[in-house]
């Protein structure tokens, strides 16, 4: 897996940078966690990172990622909305894992 950051801007009103790049890989398209941690490897500095989109190129083994970058976790939870901090974080699988135990339990 590669990244090329096409672009960088800084948001200084949210204290945050918002990064546009092209992930290049092999096979399936990485989850959202590997492109998270690939981002950070890529600045080079502990940071939290929210993905807003990954779009996937048609017939290529590229996709288009757009980023926002903040100093950390709480930053994020106060300006981006709450479901996209727990896209990033992975909370909604947990709670969909609950809904179908307490669903399984009920038949």
Known sequence: M????????????????????????????????KIREEIKNAIGRDCFVVLQYV???YGENKADVYAKIYPSQEDARR???????ARNLGIKEEKKEKEEKKEGGKK
């Open 2 to 33: 590669e990244i090329e950051i096409k672009d960088r801007k800084e948001n200084k009103l949210f204290n945050r940078e918002e990064i546009e790049c092209v992930l290049k890989y092999e096979g399936k398209t990485p989850d959202r966690q």
């Open 55 to 57: 779009k996937q190129r």
């Open 79 to 85: 300006i981006e909305p709450s479901y996209i901090v």
